[in-house]
């Protein structure tokens, strides 16, 4: 076979090898990523499992074709025509569900958002993955900071009273069972911590010493609450401690730390914008580079088919 001839051929085993070790690195990569949250991405993994063996397929595609090619080996090309066929199949079939992954991704990603928010309270597992994945992506609870109001986070002895008169405007806020609070500079001073922590004879201390900070720290409080308008401020939900910003103050009961969306009337700093979006981002961005590596195999495939079948003499 002339090396005109060869050109081609050597061209399209060249590029199945290519695109054969981006897949694999692309699988393997992403199973490591994400092997943490598995509950969130375990589509995305199992399509990686699948994907690292196309890879494989396409690594002997390619080999055989390159040795069938330089070697003008006819039983060779014929064996490599039927593994490009299954190679383009299997690639086929995985485009295929990536592109269902991707379009089902926001709904699973968001179900299994909310599983573990209702978990967290009991399951360390759904604690750290909530955290970690509020951390990463500076978000609060699935669609918004809300949603953690129907996780039950208020642990036993926490006991919060919100009652607003609107006849002067003053909301009353009384918290008790809070072991201790841990205050950022700048935000609310150790007199505060004290007056939320105050019993007995410090009650009437506590309620003054709450009236005046939240008279002089009236300019902080905005009309929007967490980015609701009119939602009043005397709504308080405890989210956990990650879904909180730089400048909060953090509680803690017991061995767990809490983080309230507002206390005394004022609005604390936390995340407002809900996770599943940034997750679903990721998870469909992996689903459709996979489409996209997944395109390419099937073309080459069925390229090489027809050109590891043709005779060696006939390119003479």
Do not use: E
Request: net charge positive; charged share 10%.
């Amino acid at each position: 076979m002339a090396i005109k001839d060869r050109l081609f051929p050597l061209t399209i085993m060249a590029l199945i090898l290519v695109f054969s070790l981006i897949h694999l690195g692309v699988s393997i990569g992403i199973i490591g990523a994400v092997r943490n949250y598995d509950d969130f991405f375990r589509p995305q993994i199992g399509l990686s499992g699948y994907n690292i063996v196309i890879s494989i397929f396409g690594f002997i595609t390619s080999i055989l074709g390159l040795f069938s090619v330089m070697t003008d080996s006819p039983r060779i090309g014929k064996i490599v025509a039927i593994i490009s066929c299954i190679l383009g199949v299997l690639a086929l079939a995985s485009l295929v569900t990536a592109l269902v992954i991707n379009s089902k991704s926001i709904s699973y990603v968001s179900t299994r958002f909310t599983n573990n928010m209702n978990a967290y309270k009991s399951s360390a597992d759904s604690r750290y993955k909530i955290d970690s994945l509020q951390n990463k992506y500076k978000c609060c609870g699935t669609n918004t900071w809300l949603d953690w109001a129907n996780a039950g986070l208020n642990a036993t002895g926490w006991n919060t009273t919100n009652s607003t008169t609107t006849t002067n405007s003053t909301t009353t806020t009384t918290m008790a069972a809070v072991t201790s609070v841990t205050a950022a500079p700048s935000v609310i001073s150790t007199t505060t911590m004290m007056s939320m922590t105050a019993v007995g004879k410090r009650k009437r201390q506590a309620t003054t010493i709450a009236t005046t900070m939240a008279s002089t720290m009236a300019s902080t409080i905005v009309s929007s609450y967490g980015g609701f308008a009119n939602l009043p401020v005397t709504y308080t939900v405890v989210l956990p401690a990650s879904c909180c910003s730089a400048g909060s103050t953090i509680t803690a009961i017991g061995t767990s730390t809490y983080c309230l969306s507002s206390f005394y009337g004022l609005v604390n700093h936390f995340y407002t914008t809900g996770c599943v979006r940034s997750i679903d981002t990721v998870a469909g961005n992996q689903a459709m580079g996979f489409g996209v590596i997944n395109s390419f195999l099937v073309v080459l495939a069925f390229v090489a088919i027809p050109l590891m079948f043709r005779s060696p003499s006939a390119h003479v």
